[in-house]
């Protein structure tokens, strides 16, 4: 299993990406709820489990996995509870986007702006 910590910080040299954490050290739950809170988010379980899913496929992987391809994993791991409806309804800003930014995790390859993965 890849250290995401020590991953990401070799990759970005500035303090943040698209607002989106890339010192993942500090990176705890508590501070993603505080973070989210906020934003006017309050993250339920089912949140959380999103942006722990979203981080183990980022140690596994890396940075790897592009957007395309995580948000087809997302939504098959989730589909039990709705799939994309699901996802979209925990993550109106977008699953991808919305929570990597919660998770702490750079946006993944292949995407082109920071509204990838929204309704707007």
């Not at 500090?26 to 709820?33: G, L, R, S, V």
């Not at 505080?34 to 183990?56: F, Q, S, V, W």
Request: hydrophobic share 35%; charged share 20%; proline share 7%.
């Amino acid at each position: 299993m890849l250290d995401i910590n020590k991953m990401v910080e070799q990759e970005h040299s500035g303090p943040t990406v698209r607002g989106h954490l890339i010192d993942l050290e500090p990176w705890t739950e508590e501070q993603a709820i505080e973070r989210a809170h906020r934003d006017g988010l309050e993250l339920t379980d089912d949140h959380l489990a999103i942006i722990r899913y979203l981080r183990d496929c980022y140690a596994d992987h890396g940075g790897t996995v592009n957007a395309r391809m995580l948000v087809h994993s997302l939504e098959e791991e989730f589909a039990g509870q709705g799939g994309h409806k699901f996802l979209y309804n925990l993550f109106p800003l977008g699953p991808i986007a919305q929570a990597s930014h919660y998770a702490g995790l750079p946006m993944p390859p292949g995407t082109r702006d920071p509204s990838f993965g929204t309704t707007h």
